[in-house]
Every structure is written in C-alpha cells, then in structure tokens.
C-alpha cells in the first residue's frame, strides 16, 4: 500500500469515526438533555460519561481528518488548507466546551443532591448548562462545521481528489448547514428542519470517506498540475 492510499484510507475510517461518534454522544446524552429535572432525580450517570468518551472519540477524529488530508490539499492551495484545520481545530473546541457544561452538570446533582441544595436552585442550574451545551451544538457541528465543509469540498472540487459530483453535495451542504444554524439562532424554526438541512453534509461526508476508504484518491496535486491515477500507476513498456 502506497503513502497516498494509506493516507485515504486513514481520512476515510476518521471521518466515519466522527459520524459514528456524534451520533452515539447525541444519543447517549438524551436523558440529560430531554429531563429539564435530571440534576435532582436518580439520573443516568454512567450513559452521560459514556456519551462524554464518544464526544472526546469525535474530537479526536474531527482534528485527525483535517490533519491527515492537509498534506494532500495544501498542495491545491496551502492557505485554504491551512484555513480548514484551523476551522476543525476550532469545531473540535467548541464541542469541547459542551463536553464540559454536561460533565459539570453531572457534578452538581451528585454533589448537590449529597450536600441537600435546593432542588429549584439546581434545577436552573442544571438547565444553564444544558442551554451551553446546545448552544455549542448549534455553532460548533453547524455554524463552523458547514464553513469547514466549504473549504474541503471546494479544495477536494478543484484538485479532483474525488468525483466532482461528490464534492458538490459539500459545496450545496456546507452552506446550507451554516445559513440554517443562522435561522435557528434567530428563531426563524426549530430543530427538525435543521437536522434536515444536515443531511447533505452528513451525506458528502460518509460518501467521501467511503470513496477514500474503497478507491483511494482519484488524483493527487503537485505543485502546478494533478498527477492521475495513471500517473501512479502507469502502463508497463511493451518495448
């Protein structure tokens, strides 16, 4: 396996890493999320710190996939590049800071409940770290995650590292995403149409790293020009 497929390859499982990850924490985090009365009830403890690992498994992978495809797409352009893992290193922070409002809420109704605070004052708590926590949501894996997709979709587009038609889902996705996160910030609707706004993105991402994972890359940019798949591996002589 050559340095160029082991790097698609290792794009690809990242970036279905994070999708697998998000989902799971999102789903893990339900009881905390949904409960407006978790903080001062028996809670699920254990599931929210499993859905906490996944998130930190997200992180991880949303910073692995900008830094293993940077050595390939700076070769399109290296400020755009560069611009795209510095966006993913921001998203990865922003979720961060909801990792932290979710285990700070777990802290209180462990602690509150022992020490006897009042329930209503844990309760308001409780639901400002449950606002932090979507509030990251919403700006994190929205706002930057659709400028992020922009950029890579646009670098993957112009360097013809996968099948133009592919790119164009994040092209379409990445602003839709964001200008939807926009729209709930503003009350405009609510989440179920957002979630459906994220189905193109969500789209090009597990296609592309399906793509990356099967074929490889289609070509790979150098300097001036794309060398092409029968660049690397061209036909035998017959001389």
């Not at 700070?104 to 020490?115: C, E, F, K, P």
């Not at 133009?164 to 964001?178: D, E, K, Y």
Request: aromatic share 6%; charged share 10%; proline share 5%.
């Amino acid at each position: 396996m050559t340095s160029a497929r082991r790097t698609a390859v290792a794009a690809g499982v990242l970036f279905l890493i994070t999708e697998v990850s998000a989902i799971a924490g999102l789903a893990l985090y339900q009881p905390v999320l949904s409960d407006p009365g978790y903080v001062g009830g028996a809670g699920a403890d254990g599931r929210v710190l499993l859905g906490a690992l996944c998130e930190l498994v997200l992180i991880a992978a949303i910073i692995g996939t900008a830094v293993t495809l940077y050595p390939v797409i700076r070769r399109q352009n290296e400020g755009l590049a560069l611009g795209h893992v510095a966006g993913r290193i921001l998203e990865a922070a922003i979720i961060t800071v909801g990792i932290v409002s979710v285990l700070s809420l777990v802290t209180l109704r462990q602690n509150g409940a022992a020490a006897g605070a009042e329930e209503g004052a844990l309760v308001a708590v409780g639901q400002a770290l449950v606002a932090i926590h979507d509030w990251t949501f919403l700006l994190g894996p929205s706002v930057v995650l659709g400028m992020n997709t922009l950029l890579l979709a646009y670098l993957v587009y112009r360097s013809d590292l996968a099948p133009r038609p592919m790119a164009v889902l994040g092209l379409v996705g990445g602003p839709l995403v964001t200008a939807s996160a926009i729209a709930v910030l503003f009350g405009l609707y609510g989440p179920v149409a957002h979630a459906i706004s994220a189905l193109p993105v969500f789209a090009w991402e597990v296609s592309f790293a399906v793509y990356l994972i099967v074929k490889g890359f289609k070509s790979i940019p150098v300097a001036d020009r794309t060398i092409t798949s029968g660049d690397l591996h061209p036909e035998p002589s017959m001389a």
